[in-house]
């Protein structure tokens, strides 16, 4: 059988929250929801998921600097720590794999401090604006990158 592919897809600050936080702009759905479809998604792709949220800056950090070596992909919603950690951009320019940076809403179309992100130099593509769906772009972006490895 075909060696799964381990994918590390991390969660920042506040998307503990999904579902009840600014249902207008994030929707209705629970980041367990988010988890569940991640990997409904991950095993018709072959991928393992490891699915981790926290609202510390360091626990991110330590977590993208085990991946290393460990992971074969990143897909990452830093939530607010996109617009505001040098800490998480150096840990995901150490890791060595390809990183894909998610958001749930089109952080374009919102206020300008959402528009700088520091993860966007070091990521492979960015993917924003379709809900849980994000997260399944995201996916399927890394098996094609890691298809052509
Ligand atoms: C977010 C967008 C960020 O600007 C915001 O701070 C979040 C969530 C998104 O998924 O749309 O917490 O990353």
């Known amino acids: 059988m075909a060696?799964?592919?381990?994918?590390?897809?991390?969660n920042g600050p506040n998307l503990n929250m999904l579902g009840v936080r600014q249902p207008?702009?994030?929707?209705?759905?629970?980041?367990?929801d988010v988890e569940a479809l991640c990997r409904t998604h991950g095993d018709a792709i072959g991928f393992?998921?490891?699915?981790?949220?926290?609202?510390?800056?360091?626990?991110?950090?330590?977590?993208i600097q085990e991946a290393r070596g460990t992971k074969d992909g990143i897909a990452?919603?830093?939530?607010?720590?996109?617009?505001t950690s040098v800490a998480i951009l150096d840990a995901l320019s150490l890791v060595d794999i390809p990183v894909i940076e998610v958001h749930l809403s089109n952080v374009f179309a919102r206020d300008k401090f959402r528009h700088l992100s520091y993860?966007?130099?070091?990521?492979?593509?960015?993917?924003?604006?379709?809900?849980?769906?994000?997260?399944?772009?995201?996916?399927?972006?890394?098996r094609s990158i890691l298809n052509k490895a």
């Open 3 to 10: 060696r799964q592919s381990q994918i590390l897809v991390l």
């Open 76 to 83: 990452i919603n830093a939530a607010a720590f996109t617009h």
């Open 119 to 142: 993860i966007s130099p070091i990521a492979a593509g960015v993917i924003c604006g379709f809900g849980p769906q994000s997260y399944i772009l995201a996916l399927d972006a890394l």
């Open 48 to 63: 393992d998921i490891d699915f981790r949220q926290s609202n510390h800056e360091g626990e991110l950090v330590t977590w």
């Open 24 to 32: 207008e702009i994030y929707g209705h759905a629970t980041l367990a």
